[in-house]
């Protein structure tokens, strides 16, 4: 297992002939998760506002469109990039077009991957489950502005960890050792590490207090949102 610390890391070469697990913990991931368990029928990741707007003039009033510059709501978008927003009210049979700083970014630049899966703490049981079997796995932690970012850090640590215990023996590269220890010395205070983040103390100080209790919730959810095409959808497996 590999570890890739942001998404401008991620390449064809480190992706290629592997499962791609992406993890925005804080909150393009999280959002992506929480859409499709609450009814959205597909979330087309995208890298621009402009792209977005594109997509909603061709696809019609089925389209909502989400996302954040700077952790903040796009002008003309309906929601932010708050996983909160995202209840079976608002998505359901809703397809959701998301623009993010960091999230988006990773998907697309791990289009070479064999197989693309959206992983968070909220889902984290349900992709272990999924993944157990997979022989090549990379774990892409979105990071914040090209930077490491310790919430992703910590998710991707949480999955190596429940994998292990369930798979074994299991190869792991340099980074992944190192992702894998940072949780093992924090798994009892979770968000106590990662609140000394840059971008967790970015959102707490934008106001976004409860995305921040919502998304370090472990096996909340019991999706696996898994690439087909352009759009992210919940498996049928």
Do not use: W
Request: hydrophobic fraction near 45%; include cysteine.
């Amino acid at each position: 297992m590999d570890v890739i610390g942001s998404a401008t890391q991620v390449s064809d070469i480190n992706v290629k002939g592997k499962v791609a697990v992406v993890i925005d913990v804080l909150r393009a991931t999280s959002v992506m998760v929480t859409a499709l368990a609450n009814g959205a029928s597909q979330v087309i990741p995208v890298l621009s506002p402009h792209e977005a707007f594109a997509l909603r003039d061709t696809m019609g009033n089925r389209v909502l469109l989400g996302g954040e510059r700077d952790a903040l709501p796009i002008s003309g978008f309906d929601y932010g990039n708050s996983p909160l927003q995202y209840t079976s009210e608002v998505v359901s049979g809703k397809t959701l077009v998301m623009t993010t700083t960091n999230g988006t970014l990773a998907i697309k630049n791990a289009a070479a991957a064999d197989q693309l899966i959206i992983a968070s703490f909220l889902n984290g049981e349900a992709v272990v489950d999924y993944i157990k079997n997979k022989e090549e796995i990379v774990f892409i932690c979105s990071g914040t502005d090209g930077q490491f970012t310790l919430e992703d850090a910590l998710c991707a640590g949480y999955l190596m960890d429940q994998l292990m215990a369930i798979k074994r023996p299991v190869k792991l590269s340099d980074m992944a050792v190192a992702v894998h220890q940072l949780y093992k010395a924090n798994q009892e205070d979770i968000v106590g590490i990662a609140s000394q983040g840059r971008h967790y103390q970015n959102l707490q100080n934008k106001g976004f207090f409860k995305d921040l209790e919502y998304c370090f919730q472990i096996g909340l959810l019991d999706n696996v949102p898994v690439k087909e095409g352009d759009a992210l959808k919940n498996t049928t497996c």
